[in-house]
Nanobody, 127 residues
Framework: QVQLVESGGGLVQAGGSLRLSCAAS????????MGWFRQAPGKEREFVAA????????YYKNSVKGRFTISRDNAKNTVYLQMNSLKPEDTAVYYC????????????????????WGKGTLVTVSS
């Protein structure tokens, strides 16, 4: 079965950086798109970023463009989210997700093509 395990969350001051990692197992990693989502207290889960199976294509939520970078290492079955210039509004539980195909979707209605979810890692940005 698919397992996704996130790590790298923590407490950081505004303007700081964190790198999240997600180790995947259970399927041929390079065959599937991966994504990051987040859920702030009292809010709905929202899309953050996605990357295709090959790593050649990426897609970001507008508010994180230029600050966050999604990448993957298919040899290590791991996807990353480098987060720079963090803001208090980035505080949330961040979830890793794996798609059902090599390419991600573009619509919230189908969870941007994601099918499996990790348990999340908490990121807290202090002001």
């Amino acid at each position: 079965q698919v397992q996704l395990v996130e790590s790298g969350g923590g407490l950081v001051q505004a303007g700081g950086s964190l790198r999240l990692s997600c180790a995947a197992s259970g399927r041929t990693f390079s065959s599937y798109a991966m994504g990051w989502f987040r859920q702030a207290p009292g809010k709905e889960r929202e899309f953050v970023a996605a990357i295709s199976g090959s790593g050649a294509s990426t897609y970001y939520k507008n508010s994180v463009k230029g600050r966050f970078t999604i990448s993957r290492d298919n040899a290590k079955n791991t996807v990353y989210l480098q987060m720079n210039s963090l803001k208090p509004e980035d505080t949330a539980v961040y979830y890793c997700a794996q798609g059902g195909r090599a390419y991600y979707g573009y619509t919230e209605s189908d969870d941007y093509g994601m099918s499996y979810w990790g348990k999340g890692t908490l990121v807290t940005v202090s002001s």
